[in-house]
Nanobody
C-alpha cells in the first residue's frame, strides 16, 4: 500500500483547496482513509474520514467547511477545504488502515499506511 498526497499550496484566507490522496491499492476489502494535519508544535489531528462503504465523518473543527469524497476508479480520496483560515495552516497527511467504520475520533498512531504529506499555507 502506497499513498501519495498532493494539492497543497498557498491560499488566502477564505479561499479553497482540494487535496488528493492517491492509493496504489487499499489494504483490504474493508478500510478507511483519514486526513490528518499537523501544525508546527502541535500533535497530528484527525480531520475527516471516509470508509470503503462511503460513509464519512468529520471533526468538529472542520465540519461544514471540509468535505471528503472518493473516486473509486482512480483509487483516490479527496479533501475539499473551503473557507480556509490561517489556523488551517499545516502539513496534511492521508492515512489508511483495515477497519470497517470511521468512528468519530482518529488516533494517528493506530494507522499503518501514510502518505508523505502536503503543505497547506493560509495567508494573505
Amino acid at each position: 500500500v502506497q499513498l501519495q498526497a498532493s494539492g497543497g499550496g498557498l491560499v488566502q484566507p477564505g479561499g479553497s483547496l482540494r487535496l488528493s490522496c492517491a492509493a496504489s491499492v487499499f489494504p483490504s476489502e474493508y478500510y478507511v482513509v483519514v486526513w490528518f494535519r499537523q501544525a508546527p508544535g502541535k500533535e497530528r489531528e484527525g480531520l475527516s474520514c471516509i470508509s470503503s462503504s462511503g460513509v464519512t465523518s468529520h471533526a468538529d473543527s472542520v465540519k461544514g467547511r471540509f468535505s471528503i469524497s472518493r473516486d473509486n476508479a482512480k483509487n483516490t480520496v479527496y479533501l475539499q477545504m473551503n473557507s480556509l483560515k490561517s489556523e488551517d495552516t499545516a502539513v496534511y497527511h492521508c492515512a489508511t488502515d483495515r477497519r470497517r467504520i470511521c468512528g468519530s475520533t482518529w488516533y494517528a498512531r493506530t494507522y499503518e499506511y501514510w502518505g508523505q504529506g502536503t503543505l497547506v499555507t493560509v495567508s494573505s
